[in-house]
């Protein structure tokens, strides 16, 4: 399906960063629909600059993509590629149960992180006197499909717990691919994120459940009531309901132990 609707791919063995290699692809005129994949990274990162561990036998893909409409809906990506890649990870393992998507970008297996999303957006320029500059979206997706990266502040799983049926990374970006058109239709530039939005609430992870979430400047705690209709996280608090635009969620309330915070 995404090979007929003019979605390239570029296959790569080694790259710093697929995000990286996308954005020096727009600069040098690309406006997609491209995909950039590679074996290996280099120099993965995530939200923030975060290191992105990506040994060989992961999903490692970024898609260039551009006329989606205003500068302003390109968050809503996020959530329109969290639900393709959970469409194309039930598909892949036909095991409905064990993922989730927790807010804002990452994948979940049986509460572990699976993968994660960045998504980034490059002002480019026209050449068009009316509109010199346009937005172009880079969709980062990264799944632990062979190896879960050691040592991480949280619990990580690969693909390969779910057994000797788990799909390889080649196998569940042919999924992915299709499925990310299916979603782009559904969302239709923003016009169906109400129905791209009803889809991720029905997989989030925690929704319902007392969370806290981190902020550059304050920890806030409360309970996960939803997402809104632009995809902020809705927090409901002693204080009355938070609506919080970015941070790094944890389920549950920071436990206090003997000295402190823990």
């Not at 390239?8 to 491209?34: F, K, M, Q």
């Not at 990266?149 to 693909?159: N, S, T, V």
């Not at 609430?201 to 809104?228: C, M, N, Q, S």
Request: with cysteine.
């Amino acid at each position: 399906m995404a090979r007929a609707r003019g979605v390239r791919l570029l296959a790569l063995e080694s790259v710093d960063s697929t995000n990286d290699e996308a954005r020096r692809l727009i600069e040098t005129g690309e406006r997609g629909p491209l995909w950039v994949v590679a074996a290996r990274q280099t120099g993965g990162h995530g939200r923030l600059g975060r290191q992105w561990i990506s040994p060989p036998g992961n999903l490692h893909a970024s898609l260039v993509l551009s006329d989606f409409g205003a500068t302003a809906i390109a968050p809503q990506l996020g959530f329109v590629a969290g639900v393709a890649a959970l469409r194309a990870l039930r598909a892949t393992t036909e095991d409905v149960g064990r993922f989730a998507l927790k807010w804002p970008n990452d994948l979940l297996i049986e509460g572990a992180k699976l993968g994660g999303i960045l998504l980034e957006n490059v002002s480019a320029q026209t050449g068009d006197a009316r509109a010199p500059v346009a937005s172009v979206a880079i969709i980062g997706i990264g799944v632990n499909c062979a190896e879960a990266p050691k040592g991480l502040p949280f619990e990580a799983r690969a693909l390969t717990s779910v057994g000797p049926n788990a799909p390889d990374a080649a196998r569940l970006f042919s999924h992915l691919s299709d499925a990310l058109v299916e979603a782009l239709d559904l969302w239709r530039g923003g016009e169906g994120f109400a129905q791209i939005r009803d889809e991720w609430l029905k997989h989030a992870a925690y929704l319902g459940a007392p969370i806290r979430v981190e902020l550059p400047r304050e920890t806030i705690e409360g309970r996960f009531a939803t997402i809104d209709a632009t995809g902020r996280l809705i927090l409901a608090t002693p204080s009355g309901e938070r609506m919080v635009e970015a941070g790094d969620v944890s389920l549950g309330p920071r436990r206090i132990a003997a000295g402190g915070v823990a």
